[in-house]
């Protein structure tokens, strides 16, 4: 059985020797420098020194926590542990989706779970708390990688006891001139770079790319941060870009998630393998899911300069995206539905359906106490017999109902969904679905 989407595995940490994979894994283990104090802290977690259970791993963009989280997990596996990598920005935030990525891992002896970017699935920390974390053997151990401060809740209600923070500091500069030199910069550009990198892990690797595709290049220090990344978006995108691939570019802007197929698709005449082979060896793209994604800053920089220089051909290939994810999520893949949200500019529809939303709110089947809930929230509201409209579909069809549910776990809007042979029958319930009506979820609980 394949890992879900999303979900890295300890046999895809380990893949078979001689392939491909296993070339990409072994150049991303070489290619890994520094942050011994820190490895050294999961070695003694490892070794049973410590008693925590849980790490939050925590530090903006670019500072290396996925590069860390891999590296503990190969170190894991070489101690015995059984890792799962859980990628936030490919698990969904709808019913099954988490509990598929995680499924299993509670019955191995030492899981090791690892979520990354967790910042953008930081609404299932309830679940995680409350139902699952709770259900892992005693020697588990949780490595969460977030860009921002973790929830009040991990340090509330015992689990203060077990969590341990560990913020990720800039990049010392004996590490940041290591991380440079393996990238192939030996010259005397390697002190500029360092300065002017600030300690940034993506920025060094970017910058030390930069340097070797342009042997002229020079760069110049910059006090803020996030005005490095855009400078040396940039200066990659002379560096690493061309006419012939083009089209390709502009999809990765436009598409969450790059495929062949979606390529293949969206771009009639090109060589979807090829361009997508070249694509992947951008240094601004990244894998994920069952393709690959650019760099948010880099996706966002080139995203806003084609809709400036060629407003048609943005709308065209949006268009074309589109089509495609719609007839992929038709036959049989409906989570590729919220990637068709996140090609629309509407704030609204973003929140509520993109991927944008799943910082804040999961969407849940309806459980235990849900009805009663909602009656009670419902209670003194302005909206006159909707709950009588509603309770038809919670007793007769609750698999029509969708719950939003915040990062405490609570319930906090729903959403109802049928069609006119297979809806609940009542006078009432005839009314909530008449033309005028809507059954859009919304962040607090009003039925609309």
């Known amino acids: 059985m394949n890992p879900p989407i999303g979900v890295l595995t300890e046999d895809t940490l380990t893949p078979v020797p001689g392939t491909l994979a296993s070339r990409l894994a072994d150049a991303d283990e070489e290619r890994f420098v520094g942050r011994r104090q820190e490895l050294c802290f999961f070695d003694r977690l490892f070794d049973g020194d410590l008693d925590v259970a849980v790490v939050l791993v925590s530090g903006r963009a670019g500072i290396g926590k996925s590069t860390l989280l891999r590296e503990v997990a190969r170190r894991g596996v070489r101690r015995g542990y059984a890792p799962r990598i859980v990628e936030g920005r490919d698990v969904a935030p709808v019913p099954g989706e988490l509990e598929g990525a995680l499924e299993g891992l509670q019955h191995e002896e030492r899981p090791l779970l690892l979520v990354d970017t967790y910042e953008r699935m930081s609404a299932v920390g309830g679940y995680l708390r409350q139902r699952f974390l709770t ?3 005693e020697g588990a151990l949780v490595v969460i990688a977030t860009r921002t401060g973790p929830e009040s809740a991990w340090f509330e209600g015992g689990w203060e006891r077990l969590v341990h923070e560990l913020p990720l500091a800039e990049m010392p500069a004996e590490d940041a001139v290591a991380l440079v030199t393996e990238h192939g910069v030996a010259d005397e550009r390697r002190a500029a770079i360092v300065a002017w990198a600030d300690g940034s892990p993506l920025a060094l690797a970017l910058a030390a790319d930069a340097a070797t595709a342009e042997p002229r290049w020079e760069p110049n220090r910059s006090p803020d941060p996030p005005e490095i990344v855009r400078a040396l978006i940039r200066r990659i995108t002379a560096a690493e870009l061309d006419a012939a691939h083009r089209g390709a ?10 495929t062949v ?5 969206v771009l009639p005449g090109v060589d979807a393998v090829e361009a997508h082979e070249w694509l992947a060896s951008r240094t601004f793209s990244e894998p994920l899911g069952d393709g690959l994604t650019l760099h948010d ?3 966002r920089a080139l995203r806003a300069e084609l809709r400036r220089s060629d407003p048609e051909r943005e709308r065209e290939l949006r268009r074309r995206i589109a089509d495609h994810l719609y007839t992929q999520a038709m036959s049989g893949q409906p989570r590729l539905t919220i990637d068709l949200a996140d090609l629309v500019e509407n704030p609204t529809i973003r929140a509520l359906y993109s991927w944008d939303g799943a910082a804040q ?3 849940d089947g309806v459980r235990p106490g849900d009805a009663a809930v909602v009656a009670a929230l419902l209670k003194g509201r302005k909206l006159p017999g909707w709950w009588e409209a509603t309770r038809p579909f919670f007793e007769q069809a609750p698999h029509t109902v ?3 549910r915040n990062a405490d776990d609570q319930l906090v809007g729903y959403l109802m969904r049928s069609r006119p042979t297979t809806r609940p029958t009542s006078p009432t319930t005839t009314r909530c679905l008449a033309p005028g009506s809507s ?9 609309t």
């Open 135 to 137: 259900m892992l053997p």
């Open 249 to 258: 570019v502009a999809v990765g802007a436009l598409a969450r998630v790059v």
């Open 261 to 265: 197929d979606l390529l293949r698709d």
């Open 297 to 299: 800053l880099m996706r």
């Open 361 to 363: 709110y999961r969407i």
């Open 402 to 404: 969708a719950i939003a």
């Open 439 to 447: 059954t859009r979820a919304r962040p607090s609980l009003t039925a």
